[in-house]
């Protein structure tokens, strides 16, 4: 393949996502980004403490999600658990996933859908863990009972999540492909908590994008049509 034809496949793959980020950062800046940029400070501010003698315990009452916690609990850490890193993983990756993801999902979709989206994985995949235990171990959805005591924090099913929404919605269907991919393998190499509640949101999204798909197809015959040269289905504008 030369270079023109990737270039073509390129624009193709992601250039309604690049106009859409291009265009809302080139309008706002740094204002286009509050969540994002937020979140960045909080996760930093949250290593910090958590690695203090004095710190590791109250950033776990705040933000320490596990399985065997009692549903109202975990619910109540769950907004913050993603901001607290993972204690296994360098943080400079938790931050790297935050300020990409979060922050070309927020210039596409905005603060609130951003956030809602970033949720609803976090806890399709905080959900699956409790039911995964329950299966016990015999079965291949199934976790060993003591998965019910791994500290499960960290943004990666939200980056997931958000990944796989909005290469949805912005039709990098290669992109989106490749997110779901790397999930299979993952669980495929390491079957662990993590991984299988990475496959839990990735099916939670694609149930949500398709979704998301019906009800615009729905609502298409009451709105314009497409511009010249945008593809169907592609938002045109950050809602």
């Given at each position: ?7 073509r496949?390129?624009?193709t ?11 809302t950062l ?14 960045v400070?909080?996760t930093?501010?949250?290593?910090i ?16 999600v ?12 769950t ?7 993972a204690l296994?993983l ?11 993801v979060f922050?070309?999902?927020e ?6 859908r ?10 399709a995949g905080?959900?699956?863990?409790r ?12 976790l ?6 791994v ?5 990666s099913?939200?980056?997931?999540g958000?990944?796989?929404y909005?290469?949805w919605?912005?039709?990098?269907w290669f992109?989106c ?5 790397a999930?299979?393998?993952e669980?495929?190499?390491?079957p662990n908590?993590?991984g299988?509640e990475?496959?839990?949101?990735v ?9 998301d798909e ?5 609502k298409a ?10 593809r ?7 809602s």
């Amino acid at each position: 393949m030369n270079r023109a034809a990737l270039r073509r496949a390129a624009r193709t793959e992601w250039g309604p996502l690049y106009g859409a980020v291009w265009g809302t950062l080139t309008a706002k800046r740094l204002r286009a980004l509050p969540m994002t940029l937020t979140a960045v400070v909080l996760t930093a501010v949250f290593q910090i403490v958590q690695n203090q003698s004095w710190g590791f315990e109250p950033v776990q009452r705040l933000g320490s999600v596990q399985a065997q916690l009692p549903w109202w609990l975990a619910l109540l850490r769950t907004p913050l658990s993603l901001f607290v890193p993972a204690l296994d993983l360098p943080v400079w990756g938790a931050l790297a996933q935050i300020l990409f993801v979060f922050g070309i999902a927020e210039a596409c979709l905005g603060m609130r859908r951003t956030l809602a989206v970033a949720y609803a994985a976090t806890l399709a995949g905080t959900m699956y863990a409790r039911l995964a235990i329950a299966i016990g171990p015999h079965s291949v959805l199934g976790l060993p009972p003591d998965a019910a005591k791994v500290i499960d924090t960290g943004p990666s099913a939200a980056v997931v999540g958000l990944a796989l929404y909005v290469s949805w919605r912005y039709r990098a269907w290669f992109t989106c492909s490749v997110v779901v991919l790397a999930m299979v393998c993952e669980v495929l190499v390491k079957p662990n908590l993590a991984g299988k509640e990475h496959i839990a949101a990735v099916l939670a999204m694609l149930l949500l994008c398709l979704g998301d798909e019906a009800w615009r197809r729905r609502k298409a015959p009451q709105q314009p049509h497409p511009q010249r040269g945008q593809r169907s289905g592609a938002p045109a504008t950050r809602s």
